[in-house]
């Protein structure tokens, strides 16, 4: 199991506060970064036409904190995964896990880079461009861009890349900005968006690891909240 470069992982947190989003991506990922033959199975089943084998998972990745080449500043994705695509060329997914998180934190300062990665990104509405930088939104975007501009990194010779969102389908918050995110979109054939109950149900399929059903039953049987 590897982190990327540079990363931020809160241990306090790991340990203290297992509803939030950074143990549920170790929770979820940690075995398959272990075992590729067994994460090729799984992700296959979430991104069937995108993946042929998966060659490396990393967790609170980045290809290069504050490198004015990809965002200038410090955004991670919380899971990373390479895949080789089904016509053998080289392609990546990076994932922001969310859990009860409602994405309304406050926004990062603004980069000049942001812009520039935007405008060569080329998927957005030219009319939506000033919205991006408000919530709930605003994390997407970035985290979006760091995908973004690793494509837009020429010498790495990327087949494909894709940034995508986990998060469950009681997750209203994240569910409309997900809908409004989209709404930002002119192509979104580099955004996607997996509700945690998809997952799961694709480990249960091709995993035998016992705690699969502790997270199905910790993360997804809402009759255990009160009313």
């Known amino acids: 199991m590897r982190a990327g470069s540079g990363q931020k992982i809160e241990e306090d947190r790991l340990w203290a506060n297992l509803l939030s989003s950074q143990p549920l991506a170790f929770t979820l990922f940690a075995d398959l970064a272990d075992d590729?033959?067994?994460a090729t199975r799984?992700?296959?089943?979430?991104?069937?036409?995108?993946?042929?084998?998966?060659?490396?998972?990393?967790?609170?990745?980045?290809?290069?904190?504050?490198l004015a080449k990809f965002t200038a500043d410090?955004?991670?994705?919380?899971?990373?995964?390479?895949?080789?695509?089904?016509?053998?060329?080289?392609?990546f997914i990076g994932i922001e896990v969310k859990y009860h998180e409602s994405l309304t934190d406050q926004p990062a300062r603004h980069r000049s880079r942001?812009?520039?990665?935007?405008?060569?990104?080329?998927?957005?509405?030219?009319?939506?461009?000033?919205?991006?930088?408000?919530?709930?939104?605003?994390?997407?975007?970035?985290?979006?861009m760091l995908a973004g501009s690793m494509l837009l990194d020429h010498s790495a010779a990327w087949e494909t890349g894709l940034y995508s969102v986990l998060y469950p389908e009681g997750n209203a918050a994240c569910q409309r900005a997900v809908v409004l995110y989209k709404d930002h979109l002119a192509d979104a054939r580099t955004f996607d968006a997996v509700t945690l109950e998809t997952f799961v149900s694709a480990l249960e399929a091709e995993a035998r690891?016992?705690?699969?059903?502790?997270?199905r039953d910790r993360y997804l049987d809402w009759t255990k909240i009160p009313l």
């Open 114 to 144: 942001y812009d520039e990665v935007t405008r060569a990104m080329r998927c957005f509405k030219p009319e939506r461009l000033g919205a991006l930088r408000m919530k709930p939104v605003e994390q997407l975007w970035r985290d979006h």
């Open 209 to 215: 690891w016992p705690w699969i059903h502790e997270v």
């Open 42 to 66: 799984v992700l296959r089943r979430v991104w069937p036409n995108r993946i042929a084998d998966v060659t490396r998972i990393a967790f609170e990745y980045s290809p290069g904190r504050g």
């Open 74 to 91: 410090r955004t991670a994705f919380d899971v990373y995964i390479e895949h080789s695509t089904p016509s053998r060329g080289r392609g």
């Open 36 to 38: 590729l033959d067994v």
